[in-house]
């Protein structure tokens, strides 16, 4: 089994930055990708970026600029910088892990959810 356990959510102001973590541990062999994913209130679950085994990553056209995708591999751990928030990133943000486990198996994991509120 494989666990992601995400952290750094939280309360900011427009304009200002928080940074999210997410660990993956348990039974890696290796992982494909690692990204995250957010949901408002109301609305669909969305990709935010994703970072894919080679460093190469994507974001989506929201967030282009503003967030930055990174990747400890040693680690198995990815990170999203967030710099200069707006009110419409208020979501869960979810954490997303493409794992290969030890028994060969390849499946999508998920973090519990962190929230981050960003006021106007």
């Known amino acids: 089994q494989v666990q992601l356990v995400e952290s750094g959510g939280g309360l900011v102001q427009a304009g200002g930055s928080l940074r999210l973590s997410c660990a993956a541990s348990?039974?890696?062999?290796?992982?494909?990708?690692m990204g995250w994913y957010r949901q408002a209130p109301g609305k669909q679950r969305e990709l935010v970026a994703v970072?894919?085994?080679?460093?190469?990553?994507n974001y989506a056209d929201s967030v282009k600029g503003r967030f930055t995708i990174s990747r400890d591999s040693a680690k198995n751990t990815v990170y999203l910088q967030m710099n200069s928030l707006k009110p419409d990133d208020t979501a869960v943000y979810y954490c997303?892990?493409?794992?290969?486990?030890?028994?060969?198996?390849?499946?999508?994991?998920w973090g519990q959810g962190t929230q981050v509120t960003v006021s106007s």
């Open positions: 970072i894919i085994s080679g460093a190469r990553s």
């Open positions: 348990g039974s890696i062999f290796s992982i494909n990708a």
């Open positions: 997303n892990a493409n794992v290969m486990s030890t028994a060969r198996a390849i499946r999508d994991y």
